[in-house]
């Protein structure tokens, strides 16, 4: 049976050049090393280890010092709220986030609540877009950081992060964006975003899992976050992940090179799918906003039947996607995202999400395009929820 993987929102395949550039870290023989040893094995880690995180810094156009390596997106999602949130809580106590935020982000945000931090979740239009002029109005000062996602995970609209920035500037409050969909798949450039702070998360674009980094600008008054050794200017103990850390250095090389490509690649084939899947089924919406969005992102709601089961059937074809969210799809709660566009429940629970990569090809959106609307056809027919005539 064929298989066509289009859940690259929820992890990509390591490239081939990423495993290669790992294995030597990884064996008895070769650079086993701490990076933090004095000696010659601990010395080749370390100097293996900053020569990735030049590769990382200069793929946002940051500062090697302004990279912390971290264990992945969501880590860096909590070091960047935490670190910021207790490191100025003498005076302030405010954060501006929104509705649409990964878990990483709203479940900290929920427990600061929970010790005496106050917490604005800003609303987003029905295509997903944070008003920036909302932002600005929600500011007090009492504000310490605002923290809003470059793009969704999930409907894939792009925020317009360099416009807020503008309006922030000057207010005394930092700005953390989290990246992880947007670093190696569109252009990420920290000065023109206008950032203090930015997650990301290796294997969201093509590196290893359990590797991430966050990126703090030069002057950022930060906590530490995992208590601990001296590693990275003493703002996150433990030993590097030094493997991991070099599958992400050349995950980095590799996007910067590569990126105009990968943008025209998934373009053409996401409006390939996207107007195909509009044009042949009935009852269809595509969510996000229509132009700002990712290049790899088809997010729909199809009517009167459950994601759930359009998920399991394109499994058994071959089609792997995904539905809400992929953490919260052992959940049987509607995605928030879609909650905060407006979705009435049941249009939120029939949401499917097909996220586009590089191995996928002309013919793989075909093979979707031919089973899909059967598919639909299927459950409709079984469908309780069809008005029929
Ligand atoms: C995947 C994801 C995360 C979490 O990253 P991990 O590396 O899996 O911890 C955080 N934010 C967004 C927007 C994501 O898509």
Redesign the pocket.
Known sequence: MRQVYMDY???TPPLPEVVEAMLPYLDEKRVFGNPSSLHSFGQEARAAVEEARAKVAALINADPREIVFT???????NFALHGVLYANKDKKDHIITTKI??S??LAPCRFLEKQGFKVTYLNVDKDGLVDPEEVKAAITDKTALVSI?H???EIGTIEPIAEIAKLLNGKGVYFHT?A??TVGQINVDVKELGVDLL?A????FYGP??A?FLYIKKGTRMKAFMLGGEQEQRRRGSTENVPGIMGMGKACEIAKIDLPNRIKHLTDLRDKLSQGLLKIIPDIHLNGHPTKRLPKNVDVSVQFIEGESMLLNLDLEGIAVSTGS??SSSTLEPSHVLLAIGKPPEEAHGSIRFTLGRLNTEADVDYVLDIFPKIVEKLRAMSPLVRRK
């Open positions: 929102a929820a992890t264990s992945g997106g969501t880590e860096s999602d935020e990964h990483a982000i996602m793009a969704n995970n989290d992880v969909q997650s998360s290796a294997h969201k899992k359990g991430g992929a953490c």
